[in-house]
């Protein structure tokens, strides 16, 4: 029986009717110039084109509209590098919810700024993530919050999955969905929605090669915490991988692979200038990983490329267009 503590392709078909009328529905560009590149037919779910930025808006509206007023009350509060961050501000602001909002340090200042402007409180942290989490907890037991989880509550993963609903809308036939893994709600939220319709339907999960963490806690056979490097992906820098969503990835993500750092900087380039849209380096890891041939693909395949978000400083990013492969 289906309870808010399941993720089931009824739960992100609810979740599409109770988020419908607060979200943007995206487009799904097809790009002639990525497909030649690419070797493939490429369509992009542009996700930067949110609310807010990014698909982040999608799992944390889900959750919230379900709180009760007195979880409501309480305020809400999470852990995110900044997408997920705007989301749940966003989602505070509507519904009259105070929101607390912990962020590393190192987050791109725009992200920071964009959270505040929408009425988010922000806790900047310095230190790593398992510790950024940690603490997190301590305010859920200390302050009494009410904790919105980025990527393990099975209502937030309900939201992420809505947009597997719209590219199967828009694309019936579609062979391969590649999406960017960070904690892994995105992923698991589309991959439970997407094989409900299609099994056939292979997903690909992109990792940076700075970041692997689901990639090796496959390897190993259990779930694994790995220190994070530099990466222009910082939205998917993730170091924990998830309890709730490991299963789900193990059972319903057909393929992981990584990117690295120079084919995400030629992957935003390629973004820009094929398809003119302007990205954060976590969205384009499934473009980079395919250009380093981390996975195969066919000429008469379509391919679709989740672009997760685009909440990133242009002047941050000017040296990768410039030519840069690092920051």
């Known amino acids: 029986?289906?309870?808010?503590?399941?993720?089931?392709?009824?739960?992100?078909?609810?979740?599409?009717?109770?988020?419908?009328?607060?979200?943007?529905?995206?487009?799904?560009?097809?790009?002639?110039?990525?497909?030649?590149?690419?070797?493939?037919?490429?369509?992009?779910?542009?996700?930067?084109?949110?609310?807010?930025?990014?698909?982040?808006?999608?799992?944390?509206?889900?959750?919230?509209l379900q709180l009760t007023p007195e979880e409501l009350g309480r305020g809400l509060v999470a852990s995110s590098a900044g997408n997920h961050?705007?989301?749940?501000?966003?989602?505070?602001?509507?519904?009259?919810?105070?929101?607390?909002?912990?962020?590393?340090?190192?987050?791109?200042?725009?992200?920071?700024?964009?959270?505040?402007?929408?009425?988010?409180q922000v806790i900047l942290?310095?230190?790593?993530?398992?510790?950024?989490?940690?603490?997190?907890?301590?305010?859920?037991?200390e302050k009494g919050y009410t904790l919105v989880h980025a990527s393990e509550d099975p209502q937030v993963m309900a939201g992420q999955g809505t947009i597997a609903l719209e590219i199967l809308e828009d694309l019936p036939d579609v062979d391969t969905i590649v999406v960017p893994l960070g904690g892994g709600g995105l992923i698991s939220g589309i991959a439970v929605a997407a094989k409900a319709q299609n099994p056939r339907i292979r997903v690909v999960g992109v990792e940076p090669a700075a970041a692997p963490k689901y990639h090796e806690s496959r390897r190993e056979g259990h779930p694994v915490v790995i220190p994070a490097g530099t990466t222009l992906a910082d939205g998917i820098r993730e170091e924990v991988t998830g309890k709730n969503a490991y299963p789900l990835v193990e059972r319903y993500v057909d393929?992981?692979?990584?990117?690295?750092?120079?084919?995400i900087a030629q992957a935003l380039r390629l973004l820009c200038a094929d398809a003119k849209l302007a990205a954060e380096g976590a969205a384009v890891v499934g473009l980079a990983a395919l250009l380093e041939g981390a996975f195969q693909v066919r000429p008469d395949e379509k391919v679709c490329f989740v672009l997760s978000g685009g909440n990133w400083e242009p002047a941050r990013l000017a040296p990768v267009y410039a030519g840069a492969d690092h920051l």
Do not use: H
Not at 95 to 106: C, E, F, H, K, Q
Not at 255 to 263: K, T
């Open 1 to 64: 029986m289906e309870t808010a503590n399941t993720l089931t392709p009824q739960a992100v078909r609810a979740a599409r009717e109770r988020i419908g009328r607060y979200i943007r529905r995206t487009p799904l560009l097809d790009s002639e110039g990525l497909s030649r590149q690419l070797g493939c037919q490429a369509y992009l779910k542009a996700e930067m084109l949110q609310r807010t930025g990014s698909f982040k808006l999608r799992g944390a509206l889900n959750k919230a």
């Open 85 to 120: 961050a705007q989301g749940l501000a966003y989602a505070g602001r509507l519904l009259g919810a105070r929101t607390v909002i912990v962020m590393p340090s190192t987050a791109p200042q725009q992200k920071i700024d964009n959270t505040r402007a929408l009425g988010g």
């Open 125 to 141: 942290f310095e230190g790593r993530q398992v510790d950024r989490i940690a603490y997190m907890e301590r305010l859920v037991r």
């Open 255 to 263: 393929e992981l692979v990584l990117a690295g750092e120079a084919a």
